[in-house]
């Protein structure tokens, strides 16, 4: 039988005011663009059985004999074009986010705390929750940055707090955002970043808007992604009056020989500059923060290969980052979850009513 070794911690203290925090939790990026980095975060990403889901023993041999022999160095050449001076796009924007989303709970006088992590890479989700825990939160709204559910990335994000939560003896209050992909805040966040760059630049013959793939056996197997990518997709269409043969649906980044789900983005930018379409922006929706899959493999690659299709001109539109709409979103789908928690701070008076009750009920056992 399974038993724990639960970390030692202090004696628990009677009248402790409770806490709330909100962890922010996103996909993660290598330390460094460089093989010996990228590999690290590799191994840690596709040894996630809910990223792979094909036996065990048989893709550990194909990770480490082969995809982790050759792909780092590819894979940290795609991450020096978009590095900059402060670090990973992704860690930059995710940090920023935190940030402002903690001012908004400040300015709204409520007395929560607002952290980022990383599933894969620093910080880790483990490492934020020691973080949490020892400033005494007791309570945590877990966030991630992922708007549809998939198995792949929200399940998994939640399968690093279970997995903290078996060496920990006393447990904060969880609570777990599932996904977002139709509330009104995201929705909104979505279509004034639209509106912003077509106020700037004019509207496109065609908008795309291109969602992370994942295998399609994943929807055979009750994933509920492939439906929400495309209710977002609806609902951002009817938020910005377009008919339906204005914008279109797909999906990128796919890996190895398994069928993914369809229709493939760069397939259908080439298919669109044949068609004589000369102008295509493109969006991300399913990214809250811009990272590799948009920086490198969008802007560039996939500009590149509708260009060289016949297209005219490509526009990517960049994702939610921290404006300040997406900022207050979050605000408004983090209350959403936290109904019941108080969130404004005791006052002194308070807390040493409770330390002296809890000390009188004490003396009495």
Same mark, same amino acid.
């Given at each position: 039988?399974?038993?724990?070794?639960?970390?030692?911690?202090?004696?628990?203290?009677?009248?402790?005011?409770?806490?709330?925090?909100?962890?922010?939790?996103?996909?993660?990026?290598?330390?460094?663009?460089?093989?010996?980095?990228?590999?690290?975060?590799?191994?840690?990403?596709?040894?996630?059985?809910?990223?792979?889901?094909?036996?065990?023993?048989?893709?550990?041999?194909?990770?480490?004999?082969?995809?982790?022999?050759?792909?780092?160095?590819?894979?940290?050449?795609?991450?020096?074009?978009?590095?900059?001076?402060?670090?990973?796009?992704?860690?930059?924007?995710?940090?920023?986010?935190?940030?402002?989303?903690?001012?908004?709970?400040?300015?709204?006088?409520?007395?929560?705390?607002?952290?980022?992590?990383?599933?894969?890479?620093?910080?880790? %989700?483990?490492?934020?929750?020691?973080?949490?825990?020892?400033?005494?939160?007791?309570?945590?709204? %877990?966030?991630?940055?992922?708007?549809?559910?998939? #198995?792949?990335?929200? @399940?998994?994000?939640?399968?690093?707090?279970?997995?903290?939560?078996?060496?920990?003896?006393?447990?904060?209050?969880?609570?777990?955002?599932?996904?977002?992909?139709?509330?009104?805040? =995201? %929705?909104? @966040?979505?279509?004034?970043?639209?509106?912003?760059?077509? @106020?700037?630049?004019?509207?496109?013959?065609?908008?795309?808007?291109?969602?992370?793939?994942?295998?399609?056996?994943?929807?055979?197997?009750?994933?509920?992604?492939?439906?929400?990518?495309?209710?977002?997709?609806?609902?951002?269409?009817?938020?910005?009056?377009?008919?339906?043969?204005? =914008?279109?649906?797909?999906?990128?980044?796919?890996?190895?020989?398994?069928?993914?789900?369809?229709? =493939?983005?760069?397939?259908? !930018?080439?298919? !669109? @500059?044949?068609?004589?379409?000369?102008?295509?922006?493109? %969006?991300?929706?399913?990214?809250?923060?811009?990272? !590799?899959?948009?920086?490198?493999?969008?802007?560039?690659?996939?500009?590149?290969?509708?260009?060289?299709?016949?297209?005219?001109?490509?526009?990517?539109?960049?994702?939610?980052?921290?404006?300040?709409?997406?900022?207050? #979103?979050?605000?408004?789908?983090?209350?959403?979850?936290?109904?019941?928690?108080?969130?404004?701070?005791?006052?002194?008076?308070?807390?040493?009513?409770?330390?002296?009750?809890?000390?009188? !009920?004490?003396?009495?056992?």
């Amino acid at each position: 039988m399974f038993k724990p070794a639960f970390t030692p911690e202090p004696p628990f203290t009677h009248g402790q005011a409770p806490r709330t925090a909100v962890l922010l939790c996103n996909l993660g990026t290598p330390d460094a663009p460089t093989a010996s980095a990228v590999r690290r975060y590799l191994a840690e990403f596709l040894g996630d059985h809910r990223v792979v889901e094909i036996p065990r023993l048989l893709w550990l041999a194909i990770l480490h004999g082969i995809i982790l022999r050759v792909r780092p160095a590819k894979s940290a050449a795609k991450y020096a074009t978009i590095w900059t001076a402060e670090g990973s796009p992704l860690k930059i924007w995710t940090d920023k986010q935190a940030q402002a989303l903690q001012k908004v709970f400040n300015n709204h006088r409520q007395a929560v705390t607002v952290r980022y992590a990383m599933r894969y890479g620093n910080p880790s %989700i483990a490492s934020q929750l020691d973080t949490l825990k020892a400033e005494g939160h007791t309570r945590i709204l %877990i966030l991630p940055a992922y708007p549809q559910y998939s #198995g792949t990335t929200t @399940a998994s994000v939640f399968d690093a707090v279970y997995h903290w939560g078996l060496q920990s003896r006393l447990l904060p209050e969880f609570r777990f955002i599932n996904h977002y992909h139709d509330h009104p805040a =995201y %929705i909104a @966040a979505l279509a004034e970043r639209v509106r912003a760059h077509w @106020a700037a630049h004019g509207q496109p013959e065609r908008l795309v808007m291109s969602f992370h793939g994942v295998p399609e056996r994943t929807l055979h197997l009750g994933d509920p992604y492939h439906c929400e990518c495309y209710k977002t997709a609806r609902l951002l269409g009817e938020a910005l009056g377009l008919s339906k043969a204005q =914008y279109m649906v797909t999906f990128q980044s796919r890996f190895g020989k398994a069928k993914w789900l369809e229709p =493939y983005t760069e397939p259908t !930018l080439i298919a !669109l @500059a044949e068609q004589g379409v000369k102008r295509v922006d493109l %969006i991300c929706p399913g990214f809250t923060s811009d990272c !590799l899959e948009t920086l490198e493999e969008i802007s560039q690659e996939a500009q590149e290969t509708y260009l060289h299709a016949g297209g005219e001109t490509f526009h990517y539109i960049p994702c939610l980052n921290d404006s300040d709409t997406w900022v207050q #979103g979050m605000h408004d789908l983090c209350q959403s979850h936290m109904g019941g928690w108080p969130l404004e701070q005791p006052h002194a008076q308070e807390l040493m009513t409770s330390r002296e009750e809890a000390l009188a !009920l004490g003396s009495k056992n």
